[in-house]
């Protein structure tokens, strides 16, 4: 071998120095390594598994969110629906108030009326009466005396405030 520049004393101490070297690295380099590398996967492994529930949670979620939404819908549906009926009933009660009222102010309106003619009817009746009587006094006075005179012009009277006035 030392023909081939090989010393075997210097081949034994580099085995021995590999020997050493590979029990220092085993025992302080490979297995913390390994150690580190199977916490690693174990970590992935956890991470993958939570990423997995993270994602059913928030499938969950979203269905529940969607459940929630349509039921929301469908409760401001109903309220709508609820407030346009009230909205109809109180119009419908609004507008009938109001023909109430309408009719009430038109009964009203009728009666004043109705109390304006009595009224006028009664003013020109005795106005006419008036008239009469002084239009009768005039001509009655040139032709008959007083006594008669008196006693025709309370007949006629008597007469003018039993009819009736002509009413429309």
Known sequence: ????GIDPK??????VNFGLFAYVFQKF?????KAYLHKQQADELEKA???ADLQKK????EVKQKEVLAEARSQALALIKEAEATAHAKKEEIIKAAHEEVAKMKQKAEKDIEDDR??????IRSKVVKTSETLASSVLRDFVDEKQHKGIL?????KLQATKVYEN
């Open 1 to 4: 071998m030392e023909a081939l």
């Open 10 to 15: 210097l081949l034994i101490a580099q085995l």
């Open 29 to 33: 380099m490979y297995k913390p390594f």
């Open 49 to 51: 598994r939570i990423l």
């Open 58 to 61: 928030e499938e969950k979620t």
């Open 118 to 123: 009595a009224r006028m009817y009664d003013d």
């Open 154 to 158: 309370d007949k006629v009277f008597a």
